[in-house]
């Protein structure tokens, strides 16, 4: 009960993984997501700083950290991240056109390493020149939708002064670059009409931060340690402004540039009054009951899909058994190994129906699911007979091994069914919570992987040569699988773990799995091989199962 309390109360730290941001969160979105809009014009500008030669070493290691934030706060806003306090948002809109933004800023990311690593060429910042202003405007339109969203039931008055504040940010990079292509000669008259116009826009920004102003649909704020940020901006901002006279006739560049880049921290210093402004206590309580009842369903259908994922490796793991038993060695061991795991099929699919405390499985009321609980029945029946046989040493003629061995992947079937029956009964829109639901489906999946690979490993070796192409499917599957778990994989909505155990879990099964592989794989196996295979195939489905309960239970993945 205890731990119960405490992940609940984590959760509704974290609420926004389940529903609408919260104020505060929506405001640290909008403030992050606006920063990344200043990003992709720090990094241009300190990439032609360091192409000029402007204090090379420092705009390097400058660059480098710019990059490196953009690329972790990009993937924080579409998945989460504890250490930005960003959480996922479940609006599918928003979430595509931060997919849209990734897109962009993979290539501009190549070209920034380019630079970094001292492979760049004129193509590179050729590249980033064409190509910034595209992906600060992708960008811009996501921390538009982030303050769009503030539109429902939100009371974040400040939704859009937050965003503009933090476009501020932005113009004052965008006028340090713009000067410097001007100094490069690059589009002279274009980018010196785009540094006036950053110049105008910033100024009527800041004016309307104070005082409002309908036509950039700012509110304007009296709060003083809001206004009293935004006076010491105002200040810098007036003494810049002769500097930047000179700027532009070729003069005191770096001046410019460095007297920017203090308007730059002094105004993100503005923007995080803002956020620090914005009360979330409200909407914690008004959630507290709905996350209640949602986070039981949540870990409800977590561990359904972990048991029933449980049972398709069973269905592998005893047909393993069987041949086992069936060809002599260990005969004694496996025969127990049989009986315990059978015996375990069997409980659990009764828990689907009936519920079981010990298996901490509780059913769910459902139709489809119901349904497909009986195909499961109807084929394990004949199918458990079968393996008593061989448990009580009644399959002298081997019809009740035949029997496992040709209706083995028709119960995995099924059974791999009510897997995904369970996943799809989650009705969630938020993309973090169906990834990891998934995630469990995943990693329950390569259990079962472990014991079809042994399993088509010993019916091969038995003169089942059928059974070769279908090991190297499933070998394929279960590498492939096993690099999304640990590298991520958007289109398998499998997200990159960022957990600590979790990652350090999934290094073990790695480990392991680079030694079996090439036994796996190996078209006729010594006596040894097979051995190495039958001791550590067991390890590698247990610390694979270890993920599994990793993935379930923990709460940040």
């Known amino acids: 009960m205890k731990r119960f309390t405490l992940l609940l109360a984590l959760l509704m730290f974290f609420s926004s993984l389940l529903f609408a941001l919260t104020d505060k969160e ?9 920063k990344q809009r200043m990003l992709t014009q720090k990094m241009t500008k300190e990439a032609f700083l360091v192409r000029s030669n402007i204090n090379k070493e420092n705009n390097i290691k400058n660059l480098k950290n710019s990059s490196q934030l953009f690329d972790k706060t990009l993937k924080g806003l579409i998945a989460g991240d504890k250490s930005l306090n960003l959480v996922a948002i479940k609006n599918d809109e928003i979430q595509e056109q931060l997919q849209k933004v990734d897109t962009l800023w993979q290539p501009f990311y190549k070209e920034v390493q380019n630079i970094l690593s001292g492979k760049a060429d004129d193509s590179s910042y050729k590249f980033l020149e064409e190509n910034n202003i595209v992906l600060l405007k992708e960008m811009n339109k996501a921390v538009g939708m982030y303050a769009q969203e503030n539109k429902g039931s939100s009371k974040l008055k400040l939704a859009n002064d937050i965003n503009l504040a933090g476009k501020q940010r ?49 509110v304007g704020t009296n709060l003083p340690k809001i206004t009293n940020q935004l006076n010491v901006v105002k200040k810098l901002w007036s003494e810049e402004q002769p500097i930047l006279d000179k700027a532009i006739k070729g003069k005191d560049i770096q001046k410019a540039i460095n007297g920017l880049d203090n308007i730059l921290v002094e105004m993100n210093r503005a923007v995080t009054e803002y956020t620090k402004s914005v009360n979330r206590q409200k909407q914690r309580l008004k959630f507290a009951s709905i996350i209640n009842s949602f986070m039981n369903k949540n870990n409800t259908l977590k561990r359904l899909v972990n048991l029933s ?103 995995l079937k099924v059974s791999n069914e009510l897997v995904k029956r369970y996943e799809k009964s989650n009705k969630s829109q938020n993309y973090l919570d169906k990834a990891r639901l998934h995630i469990v489906n995943v990693a ?50 499998i997200v990159k773990p960022t957990n600590k155990k979790i990652k350090e879990q999934l ?14 794989s190996k078209s006729k196996n010594s006596t040894r091989d097979l051995a190495i295979i039958i001791t550590q195939n067991p390890i590698l489905l247990s610390e694979m199962n270890k993920m599994v309960k990793m993935a379930e239970v923990e709460i940040e993945y």
Not at 457 to 481: C, V
Not at 507 to 520: C, F, H, Q, R, T
């Open 309 to 411: 994922g449980k049972q398709r490796m069973l269905t592998q793991r005893m047909t393993k058994l069987s041949l086992l038993v069936s060809s002599g060695i260990d005969k004694e061991n496996n025969i127990e190994k049989l009986k315990k795991f059978s015996s375990l099929y069997d409980r659990t699919l009764k828990a689907f129906k009936n519920g079981d405390k010990e298996l901490e499985c509780t059913p769910i009321k459902n139709p489809v699911i119901d349904e497909q609980i009986e195909v499961i029945e109807k084929k394990w029946k004949p199918f458990y007979q079968h393996i008593q046989n061989i448990i009580d040493d009644k399959d002298k003629d081997k019809k009740s091994l035949k029997y496992v061995v040709d209706n083995n992947e028709e119960l």
């Open 444 to 493: 329950g999946r390569q259990r079962m992987l472990t014991q079809k690979m042994t399993k088509e490993k010993l019916l091969i070796i038995s003169g089942q040569k059928e059974y070769k192409e279908k090991i190297k499917k499933t070998i394929e599957l279960f590498d492939s699988s096993l690099n999304a778990l640990i590298n991520g994989d958007a289109n398998q909505m």
């Open 507 to 520: 290094a073990k099964v790695e480990e392991i799995w680079k030694k079996l592989k090439p036994l796996y």
């Open 26 to 34: 929506l405001a640290i979105s909008i403030n992050l997501s606006g």
């Open 170 to 218: 932005m113009l004052t990079q965008k006028m340090g670059k713009d000067l410097l292509f001007v100094s490069n000669k690059f589009k002279t008259k274009q980018y010196l009409s785009d540094f006036k116009k950053s110049r105008e826009l910033f100024d009527r920004t800041l004016n309307g931060l104070f005082n409002g102003d309908k036509e950039l649909n700012l």
